[in-house]
């Protein structure tokens, strides 16, 4: 299958501090691209979905201030976790899409915020 | 995206089949049935999706009723390394945001030696 990366694989920050996590199609271009937020014991759930070149839809409940999504290139999405607390410390996992029933997950980034 | 159900734990005999169901009761004539697999601390993998038909490839086979309101990951010769939650995932092709992957709790498979 089709390969996705995500950059950092793991960050410790401060609170109060801003995080991106980058998450790259190598070897397909991505037109849709989901990030996840991941807990402890928890399922994945589906905190936003982009579109190349589009602003990005957030699911109910997720603030779109506090998680900036940026996909503005076909192999390439950041997620910006601004103002980072402890709370927000969790498994945060992309996926890409290039096609209709494709979606390929990346190895995700481990948040601690301390 | 159609709610599935999904038993929580399961054990299987290493070198054994393993059957995990799912149940998608709700699921309209326009979704398939996808199934993805996450092993502790990694991202979700791909394993296998269909429509209608039963689909094998080289990691599982796919069994879909007829009235496709279940279905049936078969993994043929279970290792210790197939240990996993495994996904039941129900969804419209992805064309626009309607094509999300919403999972459920999912199934823990534990392989025994």
């Known amino acids: 299958g089709a390969v996705v990366s995500q950059h950092p694989s793991w960050v410790i920050c401060k609170s109060g501090t801003s995080v991106k996590i980058e998450c790259r199609s190598l070897?397909?271009?991505?037109?849709?691209m989901f990030w996840y937020r991941q807990f402890p014991k928890q399922s994945l759930m589906l905190m936003a979905t982009?579109?190349?070149?589009?602003?990005?839809?957030?699911e109910q409940g997720v603030e779109k201030d506090k998680f900036l999504i940026n996909h503005a290139s076909l192999t390439l999405s950041t997620l910006t976790v601004t103002s980072a607390h402890p709370e927000d410390s969790s498994f945060y996992i992309c996926?890409?899409?290039?096609?209709?029933?494709?979606?390929?997950f990346g190895p995700g980034t481990r948040l601690t915020v301390l | 995206d159609a709610k599935t159900t999904q038993p929580p734990s399961m054990d299987c005999a290493e070198g054994r089949a393993a059957n995990l169901p799912c149940n998608h009761s709700?699921?309209?004539?326009?979704?398939?049935v996808y199934w993805y697999r996450q092993i502790h601390s990694q991202g979700p993998q791909y394993i296998i999706h269909g429509l209608k038909n039963n689909e094998t490839n080289e990691m599982a086979s796919l069994i879909i009723t007829e009235d496709r309101k279940s279905s049936t990951l078969i993994l043929p010769h279970a290792t210790l390394r197939d240990t996993a939650v495994y996904y039941c995932i129900v969804r419209v092709q992805i064309f626009t945001n309607a094509g999300k992957s919403t999972f459920g709790d999912g199934t823990t498979l534990t392989v025994k030696p």
């Open positions: 982009s579109n190349e070149g589009s602003k990005a839809t957030y």
């Open positions: 709700t699921i309209s004539g326009n979704e398939y």
């Open positions: 070897d397909f271009q991505a037109t849709t």
């Open positions: 996926s890409a899409s290039g096609g209709a029933n494709e979606q390929f």
